[in-house]
Every structure is written in structure tokens, then in C-alpha cells.
């Protein structure tokens, strides 16, 4: 981590110039927020956002390989496999820890990725807000590969709705949650519809005509063609029943395009990491290819496969944990190799970790995705999640600055 501009931000810092981040943050929607924002972004070098990079190249290249679908085709649970063309992931998602290297400096260790997309609209509101605020560095960015606000909107806009559909109209995209008014991450998804026009539905509006899907809005059917999915099917089986037969008709064939696949959730996931072998990547093995458990769980996280936001996650495993698992279930379990986040962001209340997630964008057609910009979390205890980090300062949501 970079200390001359660690250094002058935290110099710069008043709380009266956060106070005036967190209102540019909330003046489009005041009461969408649900989550602490950071006083501070993360400011990284060059050579750090290589190493995360390299691994990237890594793993897009086994998404690529020939064999990927068949390898991966047991990471769909039972009875969620989605009928249509899966092609390549639309949005690839890594989160690297910053982890010490044992000698004064840092390197990143992947923790998860995701076939799944993350706060693209959200993000670019941030920047902003933080760019208003306070005085950043010259020479730094929040994007990759000559990418700038503009042009992520450009490409975002073109993949969620179509090359010859710019209107958005009947038929349209929309973009598919539960309940999306009570989610955490509501603000992008309003941000989603201020910037490119697609609202929010929610699976319950959903309605179904032989292979089309309709919602209603000022009692109008509007013909669904591209789900812009930020529907988590691995939740649904803990909904009320009338939920989940709602959902039951997404498992028919309908002539509809996801952006991305739902089945990419489970593909590119936890799912995946046992197939791969790089310096940032800790090494991990399903809990059931473990002849014997390693005597050392202490160095281990046990993870579930299907969780989402931390859950079920344990950190300081012990034999009983393991004992608690059902040896028919451990084939959905991983056991990674623990990575220790160093305390390298410097603040006035002491030492924050971190994480920093990279967001990768592959248009249809193209070759391989494209790193476009990123969000950091800072955290002072042992998880990372924004709402792990309530009623303390310097921790939350945040974002990378690279130079």
C-alpha cells in the first residue's frame, strides 16, 4: 500500500469533508444507503494491481478452456439448473485480501470470486462522491485497462439491453431480484435505472405466457426479453412457499437473454477454487477429498459452497465443527488455507484490513472480459463484510485508487 498519499489524505481528513461525501452519497436517493461507507479509499500500487491481474488471467483462462462446462457441472444444486445458452459469464467478480508477505510488503490472496455482478452502477456514483469531497491524488484511478466513468456506462449499457435496444423498449430489460426494495444493495439498483433506464422487478411480478415473461407497471403488460439477474436462486428454498412456486417458472426454457446465466453463480464460485493452482490463490480442497483432515484446522476456513455474504462461514474451525457435518455433505464444503489480512491501511484510529474487489466486464462477442474499476471494504476485526463493521470508524464500504 502506497504511504505518501496514505499519509496526506489522512492529514486532509476533517469529518466536516466526510460528512459532505456521505450527503453526495445519499442526495439521489436519501433513504437507499444500507450499509457504512468508509471515511477513505485504498490507495494501491501498480505492481499490487499487476499480482491481482496475473491471477485474473488465471482463472479466465480454465473459464475458457474447453472442459470448464463438464468440470463445473456439479456446481449447480439439484433442481436450479436454468434451461438457455450459458455462453461465457456477461461479469466475473475476484476479491483479493491484502495479505503480508513476510517481509515488510503485501500481496494479494484471492478469498472468492463470483459468475455474478456487484455494484457497477453504485461504484460509479462513489467515485464521484469522493472525487467532490475530497482533495485526491493526481495520477490515481479507480479503473483498468483505459477504461473511465463513461465508457464502463458505455459497455454496461450495450451488454444490459442490447445492441439495438437503447430505449429500452417493449420489449425491455429489467433487472430481476426479491424483494429488490428491501435489499442492501437497493442504491445500485437505483442507480441502475437512473443511469440506464431498467427497473427493478421483483420475482413476484413476474408473469408467464407460454415462453414470454411479463411484468405490469400503470397496468400495462410489458414483454420481458433480457434479465438482468441479480436473483440469488440458492436463497429462494427459504421463502414462502408461494415464492418459490413463483419461481418454479424460471426453471422452464423462455425466450429470454440472462445477463448474466444464473447458472454461472454456482460455476464460477467457490466451486472453482479447488481446480486451481496460482501464488494468488490459497490453496483449497473440497472437505470430502481430505483422506485424512489436516491436524493444523487452525489454518484453515471452512466455507459452504452455497452461502452468500459470509454465511455459515467459519473462521477458527475445530474438529467439532467438522464433526457436526454429515459425511454426506461434504462434498459441499471447501477447506481453504486461512489468509491473514495485514493491517496495512493506516488511520487515525488505528490500523484497518482490507480487501479489494476487481470487476471484470466480457461484452457478447468478445474474446476475454475487460477489468474495468473495483470497490474496496474495510474492516478492524475478523470479517470483512460492511455489516460486519457497525458502529466503528475507517471500516465499510470503500474503493481503490491505483497509481
Known amino acids: ?14 469529518e466536516d469533508k466526510y460528512r459532505q461525501y456521505i450527503s453526495l452519497l445519499k442526495a439521489d436517493f436519501p433513504d437507499a444507503l444500507d450499509f457504512r461507507v468508509a471515511e477513505t479509499p485504498v490507495f494501491v500500487s501498480e505492481d499490487f ?11 479466465i483462462s480454465q473459464v475458457k478452456a474447453a472442459d470448464f462446462l463438464k468440470m463445473t457441472a456439479a456446481a449447480i444444486p439439484e433442481g436450479l439448473k436454468i434451461p438457455g445458452e450459458e455462453g461465457y459469464p456477461h461479469f466475473l467478480i475476484f476479491d483479493f485480501g491484502i495479505c503480508s508477505d513476510g517481509k515488510g510488503g503485501y500481496v494479494p490472496q484471492l478469498v ?7 455494484l457497477f452502477a453504485y461504484q460509479l456514483a462513489q467515485y464521484k462522491a469522493a472525487a467532490a469531497a475530497y482533495r485526491l491524488p493526481q495520477g490515481f484511478s479507480p479503473f483498468m485497462e483505459g477504461f473511465d466513468d463513461q465508457r464502463v456506462k458505455e ?3 450495450e451488454l444490459l439491453k442490447g445492441k439495438d435496444n437503447k430505449d429500452n423498449t417493449n420489449p425491455h430489460t429489467v433487472l430481476l431480484e426479491l424483494f429488490p426494495q428491501k435489499q442492501k444493495t437497493r442504491i445500485d439498483f437505483l442507480y441502475t435505472e437512473k443511469y440506464f433506464g431498467i427497473p427493478a422487478v421483483c420475482l413476484t411480478e413476474l408473469k408467464r405466457a407460454g415462453n414470454q415473461l411479463f411484468y405490469n407497471r400503470n397496468g400495462r403488460d410489458i414483454r420481458i426479453d433480457r434479465i438482468y439477474n441479480r436473483l440469488i436462486f440458492d436463497e429462494l428454498s427459504s421463502q414462502p412457499a408461494e415464492v418459490v412456486r413463483q419461481a418454479e417458472m424460471l426453471l422452464a426454457p423462455l425466450d429470454v437473454t440472462w445477463v448474466t446465466h444464473p ?8 466451486f472453482t477454487l479447488p481446480f486451481l493452482s ?3 490463490i490459497p490453496e483449497t480442497r473440497f472437505l470430502a477429498d481430505f483422506d485424512v483432515l489436516p491436524g493444523d484446522l487452525e489454518n484453515y476456513v471452512l466455507k459452504p459452497l452455497f452461502s452468500f455474504a459470509g454465511k455459515g462461514v467459519i473462521i477458527d474451525v475445530t474438529q467439532a465443527d467438522l464433526e457436526a457435518i454429515p ?17 496495512a491501511i493506516k488511520t487515525p484510529d488505528g490500523p484497518a484490513k482490507a480487501e479489494i474487489r476487481l470487476f471484470y466486464i466480457w461484452p457478447e462477442g468478445a474474446d476475454r472480459p475487460f477489468a474495468t474499476c473495483n470497490l474496496a471494504r474495510l474492516t478492524k476485526g475478523n470479517m470483512v463484510g460492511v455489516s460486519q463493521n457497525k458502529n466503528q470508524t475507517w471500516v465499510g464500504g470503500s474503493f481503490a485508487l491505483f497509481g
Open 1 to 14: 500500500m502506497l504511504e505518501q498519499p496514505r499519509r496526506q489524505f489522512n492529514q486532509d481528513f476533517t
Open 49 to 59: 494491481l499487476e499480482r491481482m491481474g496475473h491471477t485474473c488471467d488465471h482463472i
Open 112 to 118: 472468492e470470486m463470483q459468475g455474478f455482478p456487484t
Open 155 to 157: 459497455v454496461l449499457e
Open 263 to 270: 447458472n454461472w453463480f454456482y460455476r464460477l464460485s467457490k
Open 278 to 280: 496460482d501464488p494468488g
Open 327 to 343: 459425511k454426506s455433505a461434504y462434498g459441499s464444503y471447501i477447506l481453504q488455507r486461512k489468509v491473514h489480512y495485514a493491517a
